[in-house]
């Protein structure tokens, strides 16, 4: 709102008049919702969000920090929750850097994404020589129990399974599922619900949007709700390429999920504008790839991206938003996994030392055409 009059120095009167002094002080007092932004754009629809990583979180990369800062109304941490770093051995917990982060998102009055409580991967090492089911249970109540409970009424969502299935819908051959047996997920979500019960719970994974894993997460919660257990929403991790997943593929995973009473998310947004290895499986961490490495087919953009591929990413990502606003009712969250170019995964897997370009922003920290692409699809009035 403008000051009023007899706030105006008298200086501004007297050289530049009255008018032209107000304007300026209009533009400095700008009120924060109508700043052009991601989050304001978007802010009736869903939330937009970024994974962090942990200088982000301790706040010491400028650029990137004014950018979440700016842009974003939800956080995911990138790794600062994984088993393997806040719970290190069996009667360890580190939450230094998870005290960070949750304490980061409140400052900025963001949604806060705990990401992830039961994962095959990136596991400590002490779970994976667990033969007992005694054992392996009372580890995973205790680390449920610890994490959600220090975070309850501070996280807003928690991502409590990820990546259980196979790519056929069944369940993955994981640690848990060797000693646990196929109730883990559920009773997963039962104790997730037990430290906090007013938490959004979540199913997440990739690949959803190809028909026989999508059934697979289909099933899975369809049973976990009949079982008792509370499921919220489903997150499909959005690690896409420039031509696939098709846009009748994604809508029908946005249908058919809705269609269980949860809200999707889109948990994990960024599009690969490189060639991948043939026999890729989705997003598997454990896949190696490494007789590529070097091979430059597989690196053609080593310092800058053609125009007609910026352009291309464009389109992506403007048919890919449209696609969310259509069906804004269903969609509870879009989360980008990283802030600028640099941040990105995907320059190191699945295959290291590329350079890839899949975000929103570039290195320098600028906005891309991509950017604005979604921008123009509904714009703030300012």
Known sequence: MIKSFKTIPFFCVLFFGITNCSKNIYRKNIQPDKIVSLKNNF?????VGAAINENQIFEKEIGSNSIIKKEFNTISPENSLK????HPKPNTFNFNVADKYVDFGIKNKMHIVGHTLVWHAQLADFMNKVTERSVMMNH?????????????????????VNEALNEDGTLRESIFLKILGNTYVEDAFKLAEKADPNANLAYNDYNLCKPKKR??????VRQLKQNGAKVNEVGIQAH???????????EESIIAFSKLGVKVMFTELDISVLPNPWELVGAEVNQNFEKFEGDEKMNPYTTSLPETVKNKLAKRYQDIFKLFLK??????RVTFWGVTDKDSWLNDWPIKGRRNYPLLFDRKNQPKKA???ILDLKSVSK
């Open 140 to 160: 995973m109540q205790n680390h449920i129990k610890k994490v959600v409970t220090r975070y309850k009424g501070k996280i807003n969502t928690w991502d409590v």
């Open 43 to 47: 802010k009736n629809n869903f939330y």
């Open 371 to 373: 950017y604005h692409s």
């Open 215 to 220: 059934e697979g997460a289909l099933r899975l």
């Open 327 to 332: 069906h804004e009712d269903k969609i509870s």
């Open 83 to 86: 088993w393997m770093f806040i």
């Open 240 to 250: 896409w390429q420039l031509n696939s997943p098709s846009i009748k593929n994604i």
